[in-house]
């Protein structure tokens, strides 16, 4: 099955810093790559997605960039904030099956 | 629009015990997903559901773990006799009709501690 692995585990920026998370995966017939947020507490939270036909995609602060050679993709946060603090969750899928990396611990110091 | 609710939030039982877990989804979701997720690690999905049929249930330890969508609405997911590695938060999601991919919608999860 699918293999997802996330780096690194714990990132602390400088508010205001770009934060960039990168993740791998096995299954090179994995078409969709969503990031999910979950701050404590609380469910994870879909953030930004990407499919495989894509090679970068931005929304607003968030921007998330794929290399289906490499078998790749990387979350980007710019100019930091406070609340961005929380842990990040890569995924990947082909057809039904989301399969999860680690999480990354993102914080961001004021 | 109301989101994915889950109940109990917190519960603690001990080994043997056995839980039971419920959901209810986002209004006209077909799809409900029911996730496990150990401390420190990402969901780990356990069962599936298309309405009130099992979609995927492959890694769902079925001597132990049982689930159910009888009117392909709410969900319940049992665990007896629980053990002390079952210990996680238990994460229902669900996606509206029609996406075989896309947003899953999270609900807060219902923390279970074995002790």
């Known amino acids: 099955g699918e293999n997802v692995e996330q780096h690194p585990s714990t990132l602390s920026v400088q508010e205001g810093d770009s934060a960039v998370i990168k993740c791998t995966y096995s299954?090179?017939?994995?078409?969709?790559f969503p990031w999910y947020k979950q701050e404590l507490g609380k469910g994870p939270q879909l953030i930004i997605d990407i499919r495989s036909n894509v090679g970068e995609k931005k929304d607003q602060r968030i921007a998330v960039t794929l290399n289906k050679t490499a078998k790749h993709f990387s979350l980007h946060i710019t100019e930091t904030q406070p609340e961005d603090s929380a842990v990040y969750f890569c995924?990947?899928?082909?057809?039904?099956?989301?399969?999860f990396g680690k999480g990354n611990q993102v914080v961001v110091i004021p | 629009e109301a989101g994915v609710a889950q109940s109990p939030r917190y519960k603690i039982i001990e080994k043997r015990q056995s839980v039971a877990f419920w959901c209810n989804p986002i209004s006209g979701h077909a799809t409900l997903y029911w996730y496990q997720q150990i401390l420190g690690q990402g969901p780990k999905l356990l069962i599936q559901?298309?309405?009130?049929?099992?979609?995927?249930d492959s890694q769902l330890p079925k001597d132990r773990f049982s689930a159910e969508r009888l009117k392909g609405v709410d969900s319940t997911l049992k665990i007896q006799p629980a053990k002390l590695e079952d210990s996680a938060v238990y994460l229902c999601?669900?996606?509206?009709?029609?996406?075989?991919?896309?947003?899953?919608?999270f609900g807060e999860g219902s923390r279970l501690t074995v002790l």
């Open positions: 995924a990947a899928s082909r057809g039904n099956r989301l399969a």
């Open positions: 299954d090179s017939a994995s078409n969709y």
């Open positions: 559901f298309q309405n009130n049929g099992v979609v995927d």
């Open positions: 999601a669900s996606r509206p009709p029609g996406h075989n991919t896309g947003e899953l919608f």
